[in-house]
Protein backbone atom coordinates (compact mmCIF):
# COMPACT_ATOMS: atom_id res chain seq x y z
CA UNK A 1 0.00 0.00 0.00
CA UNK A 2 2.32 2.44 1.05
CA UNK A 3 5.06 1.89 -1.55
CA UNK A 4 1.80 2.55 -4.21
CA UNK A 5 1.55 5.60 -2.77
CA UNK A 6 4.90 6.79 -3.14
CA UNK A 7 5.24 5.85 -6.68
CA UNK A 8 1.58 7.95 -7.00
CA UNK A 9 3.14 10.32 -5.30
CA UNK A 10 7.00 10.61 -7.69
CA UNK A 11 4.62 10.15 -10.54
CA UNK A 12 2.50 13.19 -9.60
CA UNK A 13 5.66 15.36 -8.74
CA UNK A 14 7.29 14.24 -12.22
CA UNK A 15 4.10 15.51 -13.93
CA UNK A 16 4.00 18.85 -12.45
CA UNK A 17 7.63 19.27 -13.01
CA UNK A 18 6.97 18.29 -16.39
CA UNK A 19 3.51 21.03 -17.05
CA UNK A 20 5.58 23.93 -15.44
CA UNK A 21 8.87 23.13 -17.82
CA UNK A 22 7.64 22.03 -21.10
CA UNK A 23 7.19 25.73 -22.20
CA UNK A 24 10.72 26.91 -20.63
CA UNK A 25 11.85 27.03 -24.58
CA UNK A 26 9.09 29.02 -26.20
CA UNK A 27 10.24 32.68 -26.25
CA UNK A 28 13.69 31.93 -27.18
CA UNK A 29 12.07 29.56 -30.40
CA UNK A 30 10.44 32.77 -31.29
CA UNK A 31 12.93 35.20 -30.82
CA UNK A 32 11.26 36.77 -28.10
CA UNK A 33 13.00 38.75 -25.37
CA UNK A 34 11.96 36.85 -22.09
CA UNK A 35 12.77 37.07 -18.09
CA UNK A 36 14.30 33.69 -17.66
CA UNK A 37 11.57 30.80 -15.37
CA UNK A 38 12.93 28.15 -13.02
CA UNK A 39 10.99 25.57 -11.34
CA UNK A 40 8.01 25.98 -9.88
CA UNK A 41 7.53 29.64 -10.26
CA UNK A 42 8.54 30.63 -13.40
CA UNK A 43 9.92 34.05 -14.30
CA UNK A 44 11.07 36.55 -10.60
CA UNK A 45 7.71 38.95 -11.07
CA UNK A 46 5.67 35.92 -10.96
CA UNK A 47 7.84 33.82 -7.84
CA UNK A 48 6.87 37.21 -5.86
CA UNK A 49 3.61 37.22 -6.71
CA UNK A 50 2.61 33.70 -5.77
CA UNK A 51 4.49 34.03 -2.94
CA UNK A 52 2.42 37.32 -1.85
CA UNK A 53 5.66 39.80 -1.92
CA UNK A 54 3.87 41.82 -4.20
CA UNK A 55 0.13 42.18 -5.76
CA UNK A 56 -1.01 40.45 -8.67
CA UNK A 57 -1.90 43.68 -10.14
CA UNK A 58 2.38 44.62 -10.35
CA UNK A 59 3.37 41.30 -12.55
CA UNK A 60 3.89 43.55 -15.48
CA UNK A 61 5.18 46.39 -14.04
CA UNK A 62 8.24 44.27 -12.33
CA UNK A 63 9.54 43.58 -15.72
CA UNK A 64 8.01 46.14 -17.88
CA UNK A 65 9.60 49.03 -15.67
CA UNK A 66 12.95 47.62 -15.18
CA UNK A 67 14.82 44.94 -17.50
CA UNK A 68 12.72 45.45 -20.18
CA UNK A 69 12.20 48.81 -19.86
CA UNK A 70 12.91 49.55 -23.99
CA UNK A 71 11.47 46.33 -25.52
CA UNK A 72 7.86 46.67 -27.26
CA UNK A 73 7.44 42.85 -27.06
CA UNK A 74 9.06 40.47 -24.26
CA UNK A 75 7.91 37.42 -22.19
CA UNK A 76 7.56 35.73 -18.87
CA UNK A 77 6.32 32.68 -17.07
CA UNK A 78 3.45 32.34 -14.80
CA UNK A 79 4.27 28.89 -13.53
CA UNK A 80 4.06 26.76 -16.82
CA UNK A 81 1.90 29.18 -18.61
CA UNK A 82 3.69 31.71 -21.12
CA UNK A 83 2.55 35.39 -20.86
CA UNK A 84 3.78 38.04 -23.79
CA UNK A 85 3.73 41.59 -22.97
CA UNK A 86 3.32 44.40 -25.51
CA UNK A 87 5.46 47.23 -24.02
CA UNK A 88 4.36 49.95 -26.99
CA UNK A 89 1.70 51.92 -27.91
CA UNK A 90 1.11 51.18 -31.67
CA UNK A 91 1.65 47.55 -31.10
CA UNK A 92 -1.26 48.00 -28.11
CA UNK A 93 -3.57 49.55 -30.88
CA UNK A 94 -2.91 46.28 -33.04
CA UNK A 95 -4.34 43.85 -29.89
CA UNK A 96 -6.95 45.74 -28.36
CA UNK A 97 -8.56 47.51 -31.53
CA UNK A 98 -7.23 47.62 -35.17
CA UNK A 99 -6.12 43.47 -35.11
CA UNK A 100 -8.96 42.35 -32.84
CA UNK A 101 -9.90 39.39 -34.67
CA UNK A 102 -6.86 38.09 -34.09
CA UNK A 103 -7.68 38.66 -30.09
CA UNK A 104 -11.29 38.49 -29.61
CA UNK A 105 -11.38 36.32 -26.19
CA UNK A 106 -10.29 37.19 -22.93
CA UNK A 107 -8.81 34.48 -20.57
CA UNK A 108 -11.34 31.44 -19.91
CA UNK A 109 -12.05 31.96 -16.63
CA UNK A 110 -12.47 28.66 -15.65
CA UNK A 111 -13.35 24.85 -16.22
CA UNK A 112 -16.16 22.90 -17.83
CA UNK A 113 -17.95 21.11 -15.06
CA UNK A 114 -21.61 20.12 -13.90
CA UNK A 115 -21.39 22.38 -11.28
CA UNK A 116 -23.61 25.86 -10.49
CA UNK A 117 -20.73 28.01 -10.09
CA UNK A 118 -19.05 26.33 -13.64
CA UNK A 119 -22.27 26.84 -15.11
CA UNK A 120 -21.98 30.55 -14.02
CA UNK A 121 -18.88 30.90 -15.12
CA UNK A 122 -18.48 30.08 -18.38
CA UNK A 123 -22.03 31.82 -19.90
CA UNK A 124 -20.66 35.09 -18.25
CA UNK A 125 -19.77 37.75 -20.98
CA UNK A 126 -16.13 37.25 -20.89
CA UNK A 127 -16.24 33.58 -21.64
CA UNK A 128 -18.54 34.19 -24.30
CA UNK A 129 -17.29 33.46 -27.88
CA UNK A 130 -18.19 33.98 -31.30
CA UNK A 131 -21.73 34.47 -32.06
CA UNK A 132 -23.09 34.05 -29.00
CA UNK A 133 -20.50 36.94 -27.38
CA UNK A 134 -21.84 39.30 -29.72
CA UNK A 135 -25.30 39.05 -29.19
CA UNK A 136 -24.68 39.06 -25.45
CA UNK A 137 -22.60 42.03 -26.17
CA UNK A 138 -25.26 43.83 -27.85
CA UNK A 139 -27.32 42.85 -25.29
CA UNK A 140 -25.11 44.56 -22.00
CA UNK A 141 -24.50 47.63 -24.60
CA UNK A 142 -28.66 48.36 -24.94
CA UNK A 143 -28.59 47.65 -21.26
CA UNK A 144 -26.62 51.03 -20.74
CA UNK A 145 -28.03 53.21 -23.10
CA UNK A 146 -28.63 56.46 -22.10
CA UNK A 147 -32.63 56.18 -22.42
CA UNK A 148 -31.88 53.14 -19.66
CA UNK A 149 -29.83 54.68 -17.55
CA UNK A 150 -31.96 58.01 -17.32
CA UNK A 151 -35.01 55.31 -16.19
CA UNK A 152 -32.36 53.74 -13.12
CA UNK A 153 -30.64 57.12 -12.07
CA UNK A 154 -34.26 57.48 -9.96
CA UNK A 155 -32.93 54.56 -7.97
CA UNK A 156 -29.56 55.26 -7.81
CA UNK A 157 -30.14 59.01 -6.41
CA UNK A 158 -32.45 57.17 -3.95
CA UNK A 159 -29.30 55.61 -2.34
CA UNK A 160 -27.55 58.75 -2.92
CA UNK A 161 -30.09 60.96 -0.40
CA UNK A 162 -29.31 57.67 2.11
CA UNK A 163 -25.79 58.37 2.06
CA UNK A 164 -25.90 61.83 2.77
CA UNK A 165 -28.58 60.99 6.18
CA UNK A 166 -25.16 58.31 7.21
CA UNK A 167 -23.09 61.03 6.96
CA UNK A 168 -24.23 64.35 8.92
CA UNK A 169 -23.74 62.25 12.21
CA UNK A 170 -20.52 61.62 11.22
CA UNK A 171 -19.65 64.76 10.50
CA UNK A 172 -21.03 66.33 13.13
CA UNK A 173 -18.21 64.26 15.46
CA UNK A 174 -15.85 64.49 13.40
CA UNK A 175 -14.63 61.20 12.48
CA UNK A 176 -12.47 59.69 10.22
CA UNK A 177 -14.16 58.37 7.53
CA UNK A 178 -13.01 55.21 5.54
CA UNK A 179 -13.94 55.91 1.58
CA UNK A 180 -14.05 52.17 0.63
CA UNK A 181 -16.12 51.21 3.34
CA UNK A 182 -18.74 54.42 2.82
CA UNK A 183 -18.15 53.84 -1.03
CA UNK A 184 -19.24 50.64 -1.29
CA UNK A 185 -21.99 50.65 0.69
CA UNK A 186 -23.36 53.33 -1.21
CA UNK A 187 -22.44 51.03 -4.74
CA UNK A 188 -23.80 47.88 -3.19
CA UNK A 189 -26.83 49.74 -2.35
CA UNK A 190 -27.34 51.45 -6.07
CA UNK A 191 -26.49 48.12 -8.17
CA UNK A 192 -28.78 46.23 -5.95
CA UNK A 193 -31.78 48.67 -6.61
CA UNK A 194 -30.66 50.11 -9.89
CA UNK A 195 -30.25 46.57 -11.41
CA UNK A 196 -32.15 43.53 -9.35
CA UNK A 197 -34.86 45.96 -7.75
CA UNK A 198 -33.31 44.95 -4.60
CA UNK A 199 -34.03 48.07 -1.77
CA UNK A 200 -31.04 47.19 1.18
CA UNK A 201 -30.29 50.48 2.91
CA UNK A 202 -26.80 49.09 3.96
CA UNK A 203 -25.89 52.61 5.37
CA UNK A 204 -28.87 51.78 8.42
CA UNK A 205 -27.59 47.62 8.20
CA UNK A 206 -24.09 47.26 7.06
CA UNK A 207 -23.92 43.70 8.40
CA UNK A 208 -27.49 42.33 6.03
CA UNK A 209 -26.70 39.22 4.77
CA UNK A 210 -26.41 40.49 1.04
CA UNK A 211 -23.62 42.54 1.99
CA UNK A 212 -22.03 39.97 3.52
CA UNK A 213 -22.30 37.42 0.91
CA UNK A 214 -20.92 40.31 -1.84
CA UNK A 215 -17.83 41.05 0.16
CA UNK A 216 -16.97 37.57 0.47
CA UNK A 217 -17.37 37.16 -3.23
CA UNK A 218 -15.29 39.65 -4.67
CA UNK A 219 -12.98 38.98 -1.82
CA UNK A 220 -13.24 42.39 -0.48
CA UNK A 221 -10.19 43.34 2.32
CA UNK A 222 -11.12 41.36 5.62
CA UNK A 223 -13.53 39.08 3.65
CA UNK A 224 -10.97 37.86 1.51
CA UNK A 225 -7.52 36.87 1.33
CA UNK A 226 -4.06 36.27 -0.55
CA UNK A 227 -5.08 32.64 -0.78
CA UNK A 228 -8.09 33.93 -3.06
CA UNK A 229 -5.81 35.37 -5.85
CA UNK A 230 -3.38 32.25 -5.62
CA UNK A 231 -6.70 30.20 -6.28
CA UNK A 232 -7.76 32.23 -9.21
CA UNK A 233 -4.39 32.00 -10.74
CA UNK A 234 -4.34 27.94 -10.10
CA UNK A 235 -7.28 27.81 -11.96
CA UNK A 236 -6.43 30.19 -14.91
CA UNK A 237 -3.18 28.54 -15.58
CA UNK A 238 -3.56 24.43 -14.81
CA UNK A 239 -7.44 24.39 -15.51
CA UNK A 240 -7.37 20.50 -16.12
CA UNK A 241 -5.51 20.04 -12.69
CA UNK A 242 -8.25 22.61 -10.93
CA UNK A 243 -10.71 20.55 -12.21
CA UNK A 244 -9.78 17.01 -10.89
CA UNK A 245 -9.26 18.49 -7.35
CA UNK A 246 -12.71 20.63 -7.68
CA UNK A 247 -11.62 23.43 -6.56
CA UNK A 248 -14.30 26.04 -6.79
CA UNK A 249 -14.50 28.58 -9.10
CA UNK A 250 -16.10 31.17 -6.64
CA UNK A 251 -16.63 31.25 -3.15
CA UNK A 252 -19.58 28.30 -3.25
CA UNK A 253 -22.04 29.72 -0.40
CA UNK A 254 -22.23 33.70 -1.75
CA UNK A 255 -22.71 31.96 -5.47
CA UNK A 256 -25.46 30.19 -4.11
CA UNK A 257 -26.71 32.85 -2.73
CA UNK A 258 -26.88 35.36 -5.34
CA UNK A 259 -28.04 32.94 -8.00
CA UNK A 260 -31.00 31.48 -6.17
CA UNK A 261 -31.56 35.60 -5.30
CA UNK A 262 -31.68 36.53 -9.29
CA UNK A 263 -33.33 33.30 -10.26
CA UNK A 264 -36.47 33.75 -7.83
CA UNK A 265 -36.32 37.67 -9.24
CA UNK A 266 -36.02 36.72 -13.29
CA UNK A 267 -39.13 33.68 -12.21
CA UNK A 268 -41.23 36.23 -10.33
CA UNK A 269 -41.36 38.79 -13.21
CA UNK A 270 -41.83 36.40 -15.68
CA UNK A 271 -44.65 35.28 -14.27
CA UNK A 272 -46.06 38.49 -12.76
CA UNK A 273 -45.19 40.53 -15.78
CA UNK A 274 -44.12 43.14 -13.24
CA UNK A 275 -41.72 45.84 -14.92
CA UNK A 276 -39.07 48.50 -13.02
CA UNK A 277 -36.38 50.72 -14.34
CA UNK A 278 -33.64 48.25 -13.23
CA UNK A 279 -30.89 45.76 -15.33
CA UNK A 280 -32.92 42.59 -14.55
CA UNK A 281 -35.85 44.14 -16.67
CA UNK A 282 -33.76 45.44 -19.74
CA UNK A 283 -31.88 42.20 -20.22
CA UNK A 284 -35.49 40.25 -19.99
CA UNK A 285 -36.92 42.64 -22.00
CA UNK A 286 -33.69 42.09 -24.21
CA UNK A 287 -33.66 38.52 -24.88
CA UNK A 288 -37.14 37.92 -25.67
CA UNK A 289 -36.29 39.11 -29.18
CA UNK A 290 -35.72 36.55 -32.36
CA UNK A 291 -32.43 37.40 -32.96
CA UNK A 292 -31.52 36.10 -29.12
CA UNK A 293 -33.76 33.46 -29.86
CA UNK A 294 -31.33 32.01 -32.70
CA UNK A 295 -28.49 31.87 -30.63
CA UNK A 296 -29.77 31.04 -27.01
CA UNK A 297 -31.88 28.44 -26.05
CA UNK A 298 -35.07 29.09 -24.22
CA UNK A 299 -34.32 26.86 -21.31
CA UNK A 300 -30.73 28.55 -21.11
CA UNK A 301 -32.15 32.08 -21.20
CA UNK A 302 -32.27 31.68 -17.34
CA UNK A 303 -28.58 30.38 -16.46
CA UNK A 304 -27.38 33.69 -19.25
CA UNK A 305 -29.54 36.44 -17.13
CA UNK A 306 -27.84 34.89 -13.66
CA UNK A 307 -24.47 34.55 -15.29
CA UNK A 308 -24.55 38.54 -16.20
CA UNK A 309 -26.03 39.67 -13.37
CA UNK A 310 -23.25 38.22 -11.10
CA UNK A 311 -20.64 39.30 -13.32
CA UNK A 312 -21.87 42.67 -12.58
CA UNK A 313 -21.20 41.95 -8.85
CA UNK A 314 -18.19 41.18 -9.37
CA UNK A 315 -16.17 43.87 -11.90
CA UNK A 316 -18.83 46.64 -11.25
CA UNK A 317 -19.83 46.95 -7.12
CA UNK A 318 -15.84 46.76 -5.85
CA UNK A 319 -14.41 48.07 -8.48
CA UNK A 320 -16.75 51.32 -8.56
CA UNK A 321 -16.04 51.50 -4.69
CA UNK A 322 -11.90 51.38 -5.17
CA UNK A 323 -12.12 54.31 -8.32
CA UNK A 324 -14.26 56.46 -5.86
CA UNK A 325 -11.67 56.24 -2.79
CA UNK A 326 -9.11 57.02 -5.63
CA UNK A 327 -11.18 59.54 -6.72
CA UNK A 328 -11.74 61.05 -2.61
CA UNK A 329 -7.61 60.68 -2.35
CA UNK A 330 -6.93 63.05 -4.94
CA UNK A 331 -9.21 65.37 -4.26
CA UNK A 332 -7.90 65.38 -0.38
CA UNK A 333 -4.71 66.10 -1.89
CA UNK A 334 -5.75 68.64 -4.84
CA UNK A 335 -7.87 71.12 -2.66
CA UNK A 336 -7.86 73.20 -5.45
CA UNK A 337 -9.22 71.01 -8.01
CA UNK A 338 -11.87 70.38 -5.54
CA UNK A 339 -12.62 74.11 -5.37
CA UNK A 340 -13.20 74.22 -8.68
CA UNK A 341 -15.13 70.96 -8.63
CA UNK A 342 -17.61 72.79 -5.45
CA UNK A 343 -18.41 75.52 -7.53
CA UNK A 344 -19.77 73.24 -10.49
CA UNK A 345 -21.54 71.22 -8.44
CA UNK A 346 -22.77 74.08 -6.80
CA UNK A 347 -23.91 75.76 -10.39
CA UNK A 348 -25.59 72.63 -11.71
CA UNK A 349 -28.01 72.11 -8.70
CA UNK A 350 -28.88 75.36 -8.23
CA UNK A 351 -30.33 75.30 -11.59
CA UNK A 352 -31.96 72.18 -11.20
CA UNK A 353 -33.60 73.60 -8.19
CA UNK A 354 -31.61 71.37 -5.51
CA UNK A 355 -32.26 68.00 -7.37
CA UNK A 356 -30.05 65.59 -8.83
CA UNK A 357 -31.06 64.68 -11.94
CA UNK A 358 -29.94 62.68 -14.73
CA UNK A 359 -29.80 66.03 -17.07
CA UNK A 360 -27.99 68.09 -14.43
CA UNK A 361 -25.27 64.95 -13.89
CA UNK A 362 -25.07 65.05 -17.66
CA UNK A 363 -23.69 69.20 -17.18
CA UNK A 364 -20.61 67.98 -15.03
CA UNK A 365 -17.69 68.29 -17.04
CA UNK A 366 -15.38 68.79 -14.68
CA UNK A 367 -16.52 66.24 -12.89
CA UNK A 368 -16.30 63.86 -15.74
CA UNK A 369 -12.61 65.24 -16.54
CA UNK A 370 -11.75 64.32 -12.64
CA UNK A 371 -12.68 60.75 -13.17
CA UNK A 372 -11.37 60.21 -16.40
CA UNK A 373 -7.95 61.69 -14.75
CA UNK A 374 -8.22 59.40 -11.63
CA UNK A 375 -8.41 56.51 -14.38
CA UNK A 376 -5.25 57.94 -15.69
CA UNK A 377 -2.64 59.18 -13.11
CA UNK A 378 -0.99 56.55 -11.22
CA UNK A 379 -3.74 54.25 -11.53
CA UNK A 380 -3.17 50.57 -9.81
CA UNK A 381 -4.36 48.68 -12.73
CA UNK A 382 -1.85 48.10 -15.34
CA UNK A 383 -2.66 45.71 -18.07
CA UNK A 384 -5.22 44.45 -20.10
CA UNK A 385 -5.24 40.41 -21.10
CA UNK A 386 -6.53 39.01 -24.69
CA UNK A 387 -6.36 35.43 -25.38
CA UNK A 388 -4.21 35.10 -29.24
CA UNK A 389 -6.96 33.24 -31.51
CA UNK A 390 -4.91 32.48 -34.50
CA UNK A 391 -1.39 33.27 -35.20
CA UNK A 392 -0.31 36.75 -34.83
CA UNK A 393 2.84 37.75 -36.82
CA UNK A 394 3.68 40.81 -34.72
CA UNK A 395 4.18 44.29 -36.58
CA UNK A 396 8.05 44.98 -37.50
CA UNK A 397 9.14 41.52 -36.65
CA UNK A 398 9.88 37.59 -37.76
CA UNK A 399 8.30 36.89 -34.41
CA UNK A 400 4.93 34.75 -34.15
CA UNK A 401 2.29 34.85 -30.86
CA UNK A 402 0.65 31.42 -31.69
CA UNK A 403 -3.29 30.56 -31.28
CA UNK A 404 -3.99 30.46 -27.78
CA UNK A 405 -1.08 32.47 -25.71
CA UNK A 406 -2.25 34.86 -22.99
CA UNK A 407 -1.44 38.35 -24.11
CA UNK A 408 -1.16 41.11 -21.39
CA UNK A 409 -1.10 44.98 -23.06
CA UNK A 410 0.89 47.27 -20.31
CA UNK A 411 -0.77 50.68 -20.90
CA UNK A 412 1.06 52.13 -17.80
CA UNK A 413 3.95 54.42 -19.99
CA UNK A 414 0.82 55.36 -22.61
CA UNK A 415 -0.91 57.08 -19.80
CA UNK A 416 2.29 58.67 -18.56
CA UNK A 417 3.29 59.95 -22.03
CA UNK A 418 3.51 63.83 -22.69
CA UNK A 419 2.98 63.60 -26.77
CA UNK A 420 -0.55 62.17 -25.24
CA UNK A 421 -1.31 64.86 -22.34
CA UNK A 422 -0.50 68.22 -21.59
CA UNK A 423 0.52 67.32 -18.09
CA UNK A 424 1.11 63.42 -17.81
CA UNK A 425 3.20 63.54 -14.77
CA UNK A 426 0.61 65.81 -12.98
CA UNK A 427 -2.66 65.24 -11.42
CA UNK A 428 -4.59 67.59 -13.73
CA UNK A 429 -8.23 67.28 -14.88
CA UNK A 430 -7.64 70.05 -17.86
CA UNK A 431 -5.16 66.77 -19.83
CA UNK A 432 -8.89 65.76 -20.53
CA UNK A 433 -10.23 69.11 -22.52
CA UNK A 434 -10.45 68.77 -26.18
CA UNK A 435 -8.42 71.68 -26.76
CA UNK A 436 -5.52 70.06 -24.92
CA UNK A 437 -5.70 67.37 -27.29
CA UNK A 438 -6.04 64.49 -25.01
CA UNK A 439 -5.16 60.75 -26.42
CA UNK A 440 -8.68 58.91 -25.78
CA UNK A 441 -6.19 56.00 -26.24
CA UNK A 442 -4.70 56.88 -23.18
CA UNK A 443 -8.06 56.32 -21.02
CA UNK A 444 -7.38 52.34 -20.16
CA UNK A 445 -9.58 52.42 -16.83
CA UNK A 446 -12.28 50.80 -18.77
CA UNK A 447 -10.21 48.70 -21.30
CA UNK A 448 -10.30 49.85 -25.18
CA UNK A 449 -11.51 48.12 -28.49
CA UNK A 450 -14.48 45.84 -28.70
CA UNK A 451 -13.82 43.62 -25.29
CA UNK A 452 -13.92 46.81 -23.50
CA UNK A 453 -16.32 47.28 -20.40
CA UNK A 454 -19.68 47.68 -21.75
CA UNK A 455 -20.80 48.86 -18.54
CA UNK A 456 -18.35 52.38 -18.57
CA UNK A 457 -21.31 54.97 -18.77
CA UNK A 458 -23.38 53.24 -16.00
CA UNK A 459 -20.16 53.12 -13.46
CA UNK A 460 -19.69 56.27 -14.17
CA UNK A 461 -23.24 57.70 -13.39
CA UNK A 462 -23.06 55.56 -10.20
CA UNK A 463 -19.95 57.84 -9.34
CA UNK A 464 -21.17 61.07 -9.89
CA UNK A 465 -24.26 60.48 -8.05
CA UNK A 466 -21.95 59.11 -5.02
CA UNK A 467 -19.46 62.13 -5.71
CA UNK A 468 -22.68 64.89 -6.14
CA UNK A 469 -24.30 63.87 -2.84
CA UNK A 470 -21.29 64.08 -0.69
CA UNK A 471 -19.51 67.24 -2.22
CA UNK A 472 -23.45 69.19 -2.35
CA UNK A 473 -23.07 70.56 1.34
CA UNK A 474 -19.18 69.17 2.48
CA UNK A 475 -15.92 69.80 1.46
CA UNK A 476 -13.39 66.84 2.04
CA UNK A 477 -10.34 67.13 4.05
CA UNK A 478 -7.74 65.30 5.10
CA UNK A 479 -7.38 63.25 8.55
CA UNK A 480 -4.51 61.70 10.96
CA UNK A 481 -4.58 58.73 8.60
CA UNK A 482 -4.84 59.64 4.98
CA UNK A 483 -2.06 58.91 2.68
CA UNK A 484 -0.01 61.91 1.77
CA UNK A 485 1.84 59.95 -0.93
CA UNK A 486 0.73 57.69 -3.53
CA UNK A 487 -1.73 54.87 -3.50
CA UNK A 488 -0.26 51.12 -3.14
CA UNK A 489 -1.69 47.54 -3.33
CA UNK A 490 -1.55 45.17 -0.54
CA UNK A 491 -0.77 41.77 -1.97
CA UNK A 492 -2.08 40.21 1.32
CA UNK A 493 -5.46 41.71 2.15
CA UNK A 494 -8.10 40.42 -0.56
CA UNK A 495 -8.20 40.90 -4.00
CA UNK A 496 -7.37 44.31 -4.94
CA UNK A 497 -6.81 45.93 -1.08
CA UNK A 498 -5.05 49.24 -1.10
CA UNK A 499 -2.61 49.58 1.71
CA UNK A 500 -3.51 51.56 4.52
CA UNK A 501 -6.69 52.39 2.89
CA UNK A 502 -7.88 55.91 1.58
CA UNK A 503 -9.11 57.98 5.12
CA UNK A 504 -10.52 61.51 5.04
CA UNK A 505 -12.64 63.74 7.31
CA UNK A 506 -15.73 65.81 6.28
CA UNK A 507 -16.46 69.84 6.57
CA UNK A 508 -19.59 70.97 6.46
CA UNK A 509 -19.48 74.49 4.26
CA UNK A 510 -23.23 74.80 3.36
Not at 208 to 222: D, E, I, Q, S
Not at 230 to 245: E, G, H, N, Q
Not at 249 to 258: G, V
Not at 433 to 448: A, S
Amino acid sequence: MWVEILIFIILLCLWFYHYCTKQFGEFKKRGIPFAKPSFPFGSSNAKKVLMGETSFFEVDRMLADNEFKNEKVFGYFMMGQPTVVINDEELAKCVLVKDFDHFTDLRPQGYKADTKDSHIIMNQLGNLKGEKWKKMRSVMTNVFSSGKLKGMTPHIVKCGEQLEEYMDPIVEKGEEIDARNIASLFTLDAMATSGYGLELNSFENPENTFRKMTLTLVGAPGYGSHMDMVRMIFIMTAPSLAKLLKVPHLPTKPAIFFADIIERTYRHRKDTGEKRNDIINVIIEEMKSDEMSKVFKEEDKELILVAQAILLFLVGFDSAAIGLSMVIHHLVKNQEIQDELLAEVDNVLEAAGGKVTYDGLQELKYLDRVIMETGRYKQLQTSHERMCTKDYNIPGTNSIIPKGRMVHVYFTPIENDKKNFLNPDKFDPDNWLPENNPNKFGYMFFGQGPRACPAQRYATLKMKIFLVHLLKNHRLVASPKSNKGDLELDPNDGLFSIKGGVWFKMEKRI
